[in-house]
């Protein structure tokens, strides 16, 4: 990439962080995301202290920018263009808002209100439908012309497909419990926030304690992980390049699109050092999952070798 190239596409990546910062703004006041925190948010700890608007807006742009970066790289590495390009990025954009949540329900009832998760899911679609086509649009995703053969196609077995759907599955629960127990669980803050105590188990202690306690959440993470999968597939099957490349991809896309820039902003329902390590660990998860099922799914030795291009006549 030459010199100025490269100041162009930085300079419309800060167009997009721009954007998606106002579309932010609009989607949280459209949904009304501020009447899903009760006035009593954050008691549990310490009150997150009140944010000056100047610093929001400023932290705002900033996990935009993250965002948009990542956008950027995802949008010039894609086989494909325009509407199809806008489809993967939108299911890319709705997925966190869909695992925001789902995610609400079971870790922060008394903290938000009911209308927690209608109201995400609501800012989600109205985010990712107004930003997909946007940040696709600034960064000339729509006038490049197509990457891929014509009738490039890669068939899985069913057999493949399930093996693939298991093991990321598994990754995805494995990984969740040894980044939310080594990284957020050392906080004795983010302990007390959900546990009402200081206290700590070991790693296997506190698994066994899930098990007993809430046997359901193994299944549930089951299906959030599918879910994850589910709706970035798009994305992932539109960058180009082998294993590695796909995996850097996705790696980068699951750490910047997993919610963890969002929790850099002041938080009303949980405090600052709360907030900050559930970044940290989610952004630490995001590589590594990301990493795992760019790789899985990557046109590997297996996948190319199942590759069907029309022969000529």
């Not at 995802?74 to 509407?83: A, I, N, P, Q, T």
């Not at 806008?86 to 890319?92: D, I, N, P, R, Y």
């Not at 089951?222 to 970035?232: N, P, S």
Request: one cysteine or more; hydrophobic letters at 55%; a positive charge.
């Amino acid at each position: 990439m030459t010199a100025r190239k490269a100041i162009e596409v930085g300079l419309k990546t800060i167009g997009v962080a721009i954007g998606l910062t106002i579309i932010f703004m609009i989607g949280a006041m459209v949904a009304g995301m501020a009447k899903a925190v009760p006035a009593t948010a954050g008691t549990a700890t310490a009150p997150a202290p009140a944010a000056q608007p100047g610093n929001f807006v400023l932290l705002l742009f900033v996990a935009s920018l993250i965002q948009a970066i990542v956008v950027a790289y995802l949008v010039l590495e894609s086989k494909w263009r325009g509407w199809k390009t806008t489809g993967a990025l939108f299911l890319v954009v709705l997925n966190m808002w869909a695992q925001t949540a789902i995610e609400s329900v079971p870790y922060l009832r008394g903290h938000v209100s009911p209308s927690m998760s209608p109201r995400a899911l609501a800012m989600g679609l109205l985010v990712a439908t107004l930003f997909a086509p946007f940040a696709v649009w600034v960064l000339g995703g729509f006038a490049r012309a197509p990457r891929e053969a014509p009738g490039e196609r890669v068939h899985w077995s069913a057999a493949r497909w399930v093996g693939t759907l298991a093991a990321t599955t598994v990754a995805f629960i494995a990984l969740y419990y040894l980044c939310g127990y080594y990284i957020a669980w050392q906080n004795p803050a983010l302990r007390q926030f959900y546990s009402g105590t200081t206290e700590i188990r070991s790693f296997w202690g506190q698994i066994a304690w899930t098990w007993s306690s809430t046997p359901w959440m193994f299944p549930f993470q089951a299906g959030r992980a599918l879910l994850f999968v589910a709706l970035t597939l798009p994305a992932i099957r539109m960058l180009r390049g082998g294993a590695a490349r796909v995996a850097l991809g996705t790696a980068l896309m699951y750490a910047a699109w997993d919610g963890s820039p969002g929790l850099i902003m002041p938080n009303p329902i949980m405090s600052p050092t709360i907030a900050h390590t559930h970044s940290v660990e989610l952004a630490v998860w995001g590589l590594l999952f990301g990493a795992f099922v760019g790789w899985m799914m990557s046109r590997g030795p297996a996948a190319a070798a199942e590759l069907q291009i029309p022969k000529a006549a």
